[in-house]
């Protein structure tokens, strides 16, 4: 398992991670644990969660226990040392959370104060912002979005008042270091031109959609990434399962995101099916399971930090681990490259 330093930070983080949004819906909290246990007993250090996880579906019952299943392993197995655990606060519009309020001075102190009470830990490795308060172009919001609204001097003056309250937490010690999430190459740059000038902790890592389905990051924000020193944290990479063949032929198996889902977030669509059955066409010709394919492209991708994988099952958890030892040819990308070519942004 291979580890990557974030950006500025000192974080080294495996470049798999273990994501965790299904843990308290979808997953039990035993089945959560049985997952932390087979990650990190196979040599991956890095969590991922937030303070509205579970998913699927969300509900103001469920805010916050998935969190509170992490703490419920590091208090049984007292193993918070060997995991980086990086957390988001949620932004504007999330009813459940703070009544929808937008991210402020005023609400990092609260959110990070009750994500460190369920997870039982005094400390947050990596603190991210999980979309901006102007809006994302991501989940699909790219083919209308707008920004001609936004008002960039109220844009810095968040940045500024967010990175004197993050500072002021960084000093306390309950974070270590933070990052963007659902976020533009302009807003990276911000970010990072804002820290340079008042101070506060510069963004280390931004966690956005990407896959071989999903390749908005390739340009601006990939650029951004390598210029600025802020590492990509794919979520998604298996396309929310497309990427496995299990929806092929209309099928929707039991339990599966899709029977919960049914659009699975917009991905589900007229031409996505086409897509996938190429890119399991070069799995076949290069003898490749499609996951860990699927996974190991986007570990070798030049401004990639981290890939996070979720799973409702041990043996799914396993089966992405398998990515860790593959290296794909030049052939095997070239082949995925044509196929990207002959079906770009299928969803």
């Given at each position: 398992m291979q580890k990557r330093k974030l950006g500025s930070s000192?974080?080294?983080?495996?470049?798999?991670?273990?994501?965790?949004?299904?843990?308290?819906?979808?997953?039990?909290?035993e089945e959560g644990h049985d997952q932390i246990d087979l990650a990190l007993d196979t040599g991956v250090n890095f969590i991922d969660t937030a303070e509205m996880y579970p998913v699927n579906p969300i509900s103001a019952e469920t805010i916050g226990r998935t969190e509170r299943i992490i703490g419920l392993w590091f208090e049984r197995d007292n193993r918070r040392d060997e995991v980086v655990l990086a957390t988001k606060h949620s932004?504007?519009?999330?009813?459940?959370?703070?009544?929808?309020?937008?991210?402020?001075?005023?609400?990092?102190?609260?959110?990070i104060e009750g994500s460190l009470r369920r997870l039982q830990t005094d400390y947050i490795d990596l603190y991210q912002f999980?979309?901006?308060?102007?809006?994302?172009?991501?989940?699909?919001?790219?083919?209308?979005?707008?920004?001609?609204?936004q008002n960039r001097a109220d844009t810095i003056a968040h940045m500024e008042?967010?990175?004197?309250?993050?500072?002021?937490?960084?000093?306390?010690?309950?974070?270590?270091?933070?990052?963007?999430s659902n976020e533009s190459a302009w807003g990276m740059a911000q970010w990072?031109?804002?820290?340079?000038?008042?101070?506060?902790?510069?963004?280390?890592?931004?966690?956005?959609?990407?896959?071989?389905l999903c390749r908005l990051a390739d340009t601006d924000v990939a650029e951004a990434c390598i210029n600025e020193e802020i590492d990509l944290f794919a979520f998604s990479p298996l396309a929310a399962g497309l990427l496995t063949g299990?929806?092929?032929?209309?099928?929707?198996?039991?339990?599966?995101?899709?029977?919960?889902?049914?659009?699975?977030?917009?991905?589900?669509?007229?031409?996505?099916?086409?897509?996938?059955?190429?890119?399991?066409?070069?799995?076949?010709?290069?003898?490749?399971?499609?996951?860990q394919m699927?996974?190991?492209?986007?570990?070798?991708?030049?401004?990639?930090?981290?890939?996070?994988?979720?799973?409702?099952?041990?043996?799914?958890?396993?089966?992405?681990?398998?990515?860790?030892?593959?290296?794909?040819?030049?052939?095997?990308?070239?082949?995925?490259?044509?196929?990207?070519?002959?079906?770009?942004?299928?969803?």
């Open positions: 000192e974080l080294a983080v495996t470049d798999l991670c273990l994501g965790s949004m299904t843990w308290g819906t979808q997953n039990t909290a932004g504007e519009g999330m009813a459940h959370v703070r009544d929808g309020a937008p991210i402020s001075a005023a609400t990092i102190p609260q959110a999980h979309w901006p308060n102007r809006g994302s172009y991501m989940f699909r919001k790219n083919w209308g979005f707008d920004p001609s609204g008042d967010a990175l004197g309250a993050l500072q002021d937490e960084v000093k306390r010690g309950t974070i270590r270091a933070f990052g963007l990072a031109s804002v820290a340079e000038r008042v101070g506060g902790p510069r963004p280390v890592s931004v966690q956005n959609e990407y896959s071989l299990k929806y092929q032929v209309g099928a929707v198996p039991e339990g599966s995101r899709m029977s919960l889902n049914g659009d699975l977030g917009g991905r589900k669509t007229a031409r996505v099916f086409d897509a996938v059955d190429a890119y399991l066409k070069v799995a076949r010709d290069f003898d490749l399971d499609p996951v699927a996974l190991a492209w986007c570990r070798a991708r030049p401004f990639m930090g981290s890939v996070i994988f979720g799973a409702t099952s041990t043996g799914q958890v396993q089966r992405a681990l398998g990515a860790a030892e593959l290296t794909l040819s030049d052939e095997v990308n070239a082949a995925l490259n044509a196929v990207h070519k002959a079906h770009p942004m299928p969803y």
